[in-house]
């Protein structure tokens, strides 16, 4: 059975799916066509930073949340309850602290800008909670399963999102592309903070600047001398993560100093994974247009003047 990590947090929202599995890292087109030369994506910003994304599944329609830390697509159960979907095979959701056992649903269709998905499996998890606070229905999540597929181009400050065939994609912009590094289908990229070298992954789905994993932050004593609040979260009372200021923190070029950041206590679930050092969110990605080209394991990004 695959194991997934599915994990609600960080004041509204951080949506992390990570499974073990070769065909996370793979490029694929099959099971994808586009139906249009119409790029751009219906959004709609939260305010919390997160974006929504108008999607189309089998005869449905709604807006689903748009995360780049998710290995696979989901849709929220009462979406699901409404479709006459095949149920797949089963898979461990994990949670913070928390183990339940869900399955794979097969859709026939999966409709985002002009990309058109046949065939494609979610796993299905309550995003109510998300409802009540922002006063949207939320369909789902719109994860790696699409977006191993296309080319997407996010301004996460507009917002904007274009979805391109990425066997003709040409941008109109110069465009420094960097090798994607990518594990269990999320881009991790280098970055430095406080003197010391770390890998994060790139989280559309966090309202943060970013948060560090709690072995780096027990490594390197980060809350001693500090002046830390607790983070609260909707649906999670019991949320183990700290925040305060880091004094210095270098992505892509650029150094922030004295920024917010959450830092994990956690001794169990996703926020304790030594897997990568932490995670960047969207207070950070604003600065920057994205580009992600996971068919030909490359990515761009250029900061906005």
């Not at 095979?89 to 046949?118: C, H, I, M, R």
């Not at 909707?234 to 880091?246: A, P, Q």
């Amino acid at each position: 059975m695959k194991k997934f990590v599915l994990k609600l947090a960080l004041i509204t929202l951080i949506i992390f799916a990570s499974c073990k599995s070769k065909e996370l890292n793979s490029n694929s087109k099959k099971g994808v066509s586009f139906k249009s030369d119409l790029p751009e994506v219906k959004t709609n910003k939260m305010s919390s930073g997160h974006i929504l994304v108008w999607s189309e599944v089998n005869d449905l329609e709604g807006w689903f949340i748009f995360d780049s830390g998710a290995s696979v697509n989901v849709l929220s159960t009462h979406v699901r309850e409404k479709l006459n979907l095949k149920k797949g095979k089963q898979v461990e959701v994990e949670g913070s602290g928390t183990t339940q056992t869900s399955n794979y649903w097969l859709l026939d269709k999966l409709v985002l800008g002009p990309a058109v998905f046949t065939d494609t499996e979610v796993i299905d998890t309550d995003l109510s909670m998300l409802e009540k606070a922002w006063g949207v229905e939320i369909y789902g999540i719109i994860g790696y399963s699409c977006l191993k597929s296309v080319v997407v181009e996010i301004d996460f400050n507009k917002p904007t999102i274009s979805v391109f065939d990425p066997t003709e994609y040409s941008s109109d912009n110069i465009v420094d592309w960097k090798k994607a590094h990518l594990e269990n289908g999320q881009l991790i990229v280098d970055a430095q903070f406080e003197g010391h070298d770390g890998k994060f992954r790139i989280d559309a789905g966090s309202d943060t600047n970013g948060i560090i994993h709690s072995p780096t932050v027990k490594r390197f004593s980060m809350l001693e001398n500090r002046n830390e609040t607790n983070v609260k979260a909707i649906g999670l009372d019991n949320l183990e993560l700290k925040s305060d200021t880091l004094e210095t923190f270098t992505i892509w070029g650029k150094t922030y100093k004295n920024l917010q950041f959450n830092f994990s206590t956690a001794k169990e679930g996703a926020l304790a994974s030594d897997d990568v050092t932490g995670n960047i969110g969207i207070k950070i990605l604003k600065n920057y247009i994205l580009i992600l080209d996971y068919f030909n394991q490359r990515y761009s990004v250029k900061e906005i003047e």
